[in-house]
């Protein structure tokens, strides 16, 4: 894939305060360009779709869709949008779930005005970021732990499961939930069951917990 001599970038934050800062600067680049703004993951999906941009930033928690559940929805529907994940979140889990999901790098939001512009250069050449003082120790972390035998955790939620829990956490009703995900209630009232099942859980309350755990939704 060629590297275009200006890339159009998506930048998705439901903060707007964010999304105008990473605006500034990235724009204050000669190489990239701001094409457009996202205030959640089904939004930029949608624009992402629509636009094509070279290069999607997409916030690790946002509503409606979180940030990785929208860059697994671009890396299955639009594959040659490179994606960069942007998170306050300095933790082990959502590092990994972002690479899983296709993302090129992870940089967190403490750090933008040292990473976000090297970040966005590599994602646009086709390789890999990750912040420099988490990676080494991430990634030794995860190799140790195979190493001794240690069953690394997987998501045993499908993409659509993890969407319906989201909204479930964030106190949407099942009729509510069938029209923003466009399936029917009863549709609906099975994914509910089948996430009670896999998770081991009982009620809303311990959905939710798991939720803010997996950052799906914020505390």
């Known amino acids: 894939m060629t590297t ?5 970038l998506l930048v998705a934050d439901d903060f707007p ?13 000669p190489d990239f360009e ?7 993951g089904a939004e930029a999906v949608q624009r992402a779709l629509e636009l094509r ?10 509503p409606r869709l979180t940030g990785l559940q929208a860059a697994g929805e671009l890396s299955r529907r639009a594959p040659g949008i490179r994606l960069l994940m942007l998170s306050m979140h300095d933790d082990e889990q959502f590092f990994f779930e972002a690479l ?22 590599a994602a646009m050449r086709g390789e890999s ?33 993890a969407e319906v829990l989201k909204l479930i956490a964030e106190a949407h009703t099942n009729q509510q939930i069938a029209e923003l995900l466009v399936i029917s ?9 089948s996430i ?17 755990r997996r950052g799906l939704v914020q505390p």
């Open 100 to 121: 899983r999901t296709g993302a090129s790098g992870y940089v967190l939001k403490s750090a933008v005005d040292r990473d976000l512009v090297d970040a966005c250069r």
């Open 4 to 8: 275009p001599l200006k890339a159009g």
């Open 196 to 212: 009670l099942e896999k998770l081991g859980m009982r009620d809303r309350v311990e959905l939710t917990r798991y939720a803010i």
């Open 129 to 161: 970021f990750v912040y420099p003082d988490a990676a080494a120790a991430l990634i030794k972390d995860r190799l140790a732990r195979a190493a001794s035998g240690e069953e690394v955790a997987i998501d045993p939620l499908t993409p659509r499961e």
């Open 53 to 62: 941009p070279d290069l999607v930033i997409l916030d690790v928690s946002m």
């Open 17 to 29: 305060v964010v999304r105008h800062g990473v605006r500034s600067i990235l724009e204050a680049q």
């Open 34 to 40: 701001v094409v457009a703004e996202a205030a959640d």
């Open 185 to 193: 209630p009863k549709t609906v009232e099975n994914h509910r069951a």
